[in-house]
């Protein structure tokens, strides 16, 4: 069955630190990689994302590292702020198909 | 505002009762999806409708159906034949305009049933 498997379950940082959250894949045909952020009784929204030919993304506070050798890839939060607490889902998908494969979710608070 | 209602929020129903939840888009989607949320699990697909009258099975399909009559709207009937039907459910769409189109998720219904 294809998996992404992703870590920590749960991450406290402190208010101006880097968050880091870690996902790994095992399906080499995976060719989209996109990062989405879920607030408490919200739907997830499409937060960043990256493809496999390039190795890191970077929007604003938020960058994707991608090692495809390795078959992981990562979200970075610089700067955390509290407002950033939430929790952060990976996922995957081949073929443009839409059907996201996601990692088990990142419960993500931002302290003061 | 262009954006996908679901409702109920809550939804409480008695074990061996069929439930429907409700799914609406005015974003001109063609392409819907449902999934469902546990903790600890992330979000596993149901079903997903790619048009109109068309809609294919997903990771965990059993004891769910679906129906897809209007664009608009894709209702997920949770069975009584689901054996574990408590859960966080989001309905999505996205456009197929593109290849990799962004899910666009509602804000979901929590089924309790007892």
């Known amino acids: 069955q294809q998996q992404v498997k992703q870590s920590p379950q749960s991450l406290i940082v402190q208010k101006g630190g880097i968050s880091i959250i870690n996902c790994a894949y095992e399906n080499t045909a995976f060719d989209y990689f996109p990062w989405y952020q879920q607030f408490p009784g919200k739907g997830p929204a499409l937060l960043i994302a990256?493809?496999?030919?390039?190795s890191e993304k970077k929007e604003g506070r938020f960058t994707i590292s991608f090692n495809k050798s390795a078959k992981q890839f990562s979200l970075h939060i610089m700067d955390s702020q509290p407002g950033d607490s939430a929790t952060y889902f990976c996922?995957?998908?081949?073929?443009?198909?839409?059907?996201?494969?996601f990692g088990t979710g990142t419960q993500l608070k931002v302290e003061l | 505002d262009g954006g996908i209602t679901q409702s109920p929020k809550y939804l409480f129903r008695k074990e061996g009762q069929n439930v429907t939840l409700s799914c609406e888009q005015n974003l001109n989607h063609d392409a819907m999806y449902w999934y469902r949320q546990d903790p600890g699990q992330g979000l596993r697909l149901i079903y997903y409708s790619q048009i109109v009258n068309d809609f294919q099975k997903g990771d965990i399909a059993e004891g769910y159906s679906v129906s897809r009559e209007k664009k608009e709207s894709f209702p997920l009937t949770v069975t009584s034949a689901q054996k574990n039907p408590t859960a966080f459910y989001l309905c999505a769409s996205s456009s197929q305009t593109g290849i990799n189109s962004p899910l666009h998720f509602g804000n979901g219904t929590r089924l309790t049933v007892t």
């Open positions: 996922a995957a998908d081949m073929g443009g198909g839409n059907k996201l494969t």
């Open positions: 990256i493809r496999p030919d390039v």
